[in-house]
């Protein structure tokens, strides 16, 4: 099993960010180092056991399709390359391929999130609305069970602890304006599709996901920080998919799986993880990794 890295050092630049994956570092006036850690956050809780290479994956399938996606937006990813940022080899090895140069940019304040399927909190929220965030939804839906169309149901982003908040499109459009918003639905809306499909002739079901966006000082709409991973969205092996259940899943779900046969409150400090645990959810992580990338 690849060696772990829970906290990044990058020696000359200042980090200025460490989220509950990321560490972020500042290059110059017009660039940023984000590392992708392999530590795991579930219920909104940085747990003390990272899952060895999940930083690895995070980070190439952000890559790749930020590459599938750039004939629709714009991304993050500069030109300025690994080594002429972290030039120490021996850090450069330490980090593993879990490190991206972007160009700094202004992140919008909400989440983009879009469902296909009907599952988690939009699950619940159906149960006891017959809405989404909102938004009205035929009756009698089974768990699970996909959509009419996706939907787009955007939340507030959440400080390292606290719980993302869903909210309306209209809510939405009051903190970034309504041609913003509309933009940021159009585009979510159709990577989504677009990655849905090509993942579902892998063998997976994208079941929804959450994209993040930000804006160059012309006003210029970007996509940033990770696209279609199992942090980012709920991956379903098509081959084990049902209604009427939570299906089996490529992320870290197996965690929280674990976490609720616990005595836990669900507050910090997380409890650790044992061993077969971190194994299965390590081999999860690079198994979509895999299928996903594997001769495309």
């Not at 937006?73 to 300025?80: D, E, G, Q, T």
Request: proline share 6%; charged share 25%.
């Amino acid at each position: 099993m690849a060696q772990a890295l829970y906290e990044s050092r990058v020696t000359g630049l200042s980090r200025i960010s460490q989220g509950k994956v990321r560490d972020i570092y500042a290059v110059d006036d017009e660039h940023l180092l984000i590392v992708t850690t392999d530590r795991l956050s579930a219920f909104d809780v940085v747990l003390p056991d990272p899952i060895p290479g999940k930083g690895e994956v995070l980070t190439r399938l952000s890559e790749f399709w930020f590459g599938r996606t750039a004939g629709i937006v714009r991304n993050h990813m500069a030109a300025l390359k690994l080594e002429e940022v972290v030039t120490d080899a021996a850090e450069r090895e330490e980090l593993g391929g879990r490190a991206m140069v972007c160009r700094r940019l202004k992140p919008l304040p909400i989440e983009a999130v879009v469902r296909g399927y009907l599952i988690g909190s939009g699950w619940k929220d159906y149960r006891a609305t017959g809405q989404v965030c909102g938004i009205a939804l035929p009756p009698r839906l089974e768990q699970a069970q996909q959509l009419p169309e996706p939907i787009f149901t955007p939340a507030t982003k959440a400080a390292v602890g606290d719980h993302d908040e869903n909210i309306s499109f209209d809510q939405a459009a009051e903190l970034v304006g309504q041609e913003l918003a509309a933009r940021v639905r159009e585009l979510s809306i159709r990577i989504y599709l677009e990655g849905a499909a090509y993942a579902a002739e892998r063998g997976i079901i994208i079941a929804d996901t959450k994209f993040e966006f930000g804006l160059d000082d012309s006003g210029e709409l970007y996509l940033i920080d990770e696209v279609l991973t199992p942090d980012s969205s709920r991956f379903w092996p098509a081959a084990e998919y049902a209604t009427g259940i939570s299906p089996p899943s490529f992320d870290k779900q197996y965690v929280r799986d674990y976490l609720e046969t616990l005595d836990w409150d669900k507050k910090a400090p997380g409890p650790h993880l044992p061993a077969q645990v971190i194994k299965v959810t390590s081999e999860k992580y690079r198994q979509a990794l895999e299928l996903l990338t594997s001769s495309a």
